[in-house]
Structures are given as C-alpha cells and as structure tokens.
C-alpha cells in the first residue's frame, strides 16, 4: 500500500488480479474506489511513487519486468507510460537521494 504525496490518494497492490486499486481519500478518512489499473505484468510484488509524484513503478516479479505507470493528479488514474525495464525477479523498489551523494566518499 502507498499514499500519494498529497495523501489523497491510497495505492493497494493485487498480485491476484495483477492490479492496482486507487481509493480517493475524503476529507474524514473514507475511503471510495476508484478503480482497478493493470500493472503491465504479472505478480506486482510491490510498487513505489517516484519523488515527483507523476509516477508510479511497479515490480512485477513474475514477468520479469519494473513497469512505469503515469498518475492523473486529478483522479489518481493510472496509465502507461510507455516504458518499463527487463529485471530477474523484481521485488523492491526504491528511489535514491544524490543530492549530497558523490561517487567514492559517504557524507
């Protein structure tokens, strides 16, 4: 499960259905379906939203395969985004902050 930056958006992986559900979030904390998006593979074993929040990436682990969703900031929608990455067996998925990263010595 993921929230959007904004928490207005509740992301449910389905690796039954190889979805992912989005639920609006209500000002009180109901929640309301708003659909059931294909991941683009089999197995979604977990999914991250990338940093600006556009979109989302899904480990799809028994298709071999990190699929790249684009949000609808209005709806929560997700659509494809055209590309994905070929990797054994994903099952994690985690963005990096370089902003004081430098190659060959740890801040």
Same mark, same amino acid.
């Given at each position: 499960?993921?929230? &959007?930056? %904004?928490?207005?958006?509740?992301?449910?992986?389905?690796?039954?259905?190889?979805?992912?559900?989005?639920?609006?979030?209500?000002?009180?904390?109901?929640?309301?379906? %708003?659909?059931?998006?294909?991941?683009?593979?089999?197995?979604?074993?977990?999914?991250?939203? /990338?940093?600006?929040?556009?979109?989302?990436?899904?480990?799809?682990?028994?298709? &071999?395969?990190?699929?790249?969703?684009?949000?609808?900031?209005?709806?929560? %929608?997700? &659509?494809?985004?055209?590309?994905?990455?070929?990797?054994?067996?994903?099952?994690?998925?985690?963005?990096? /902050?370089?902003?004081?990263?430098?190659?060959?010595?740890?801040?």
């Amino acid at each position: 499960m993921g929230l &959007d930056s %904004a928490a207005r958006f509740l992301y449910v992986s389905n690796r039954g259905h190889d979805t992912i559900s989005v639920f609006r979030i209500g000002k009180r904390g109901t929640l309301t379906m %708003a659909g059931n998006f294909q991941t683009g593979g089999r197995s979604p074993r977990t999914f991250t939203i /990338d940093p600006t929040g556009r979109y989302l990436l899904v480990a799809n682990e028994r298709s &071999d395969r990190v699929v790249v969703l684009k949000i609808d900031p209005e709806t929560g %929608a997700l &659509d494809p985004a055209g590309q994905l990455v070929n990797v054994p067996s994903p099952v994690c998925l985690a963005f990096l /902050d370089r902003t004081n990263w430098h190659f060959g010595r740890h801040p």
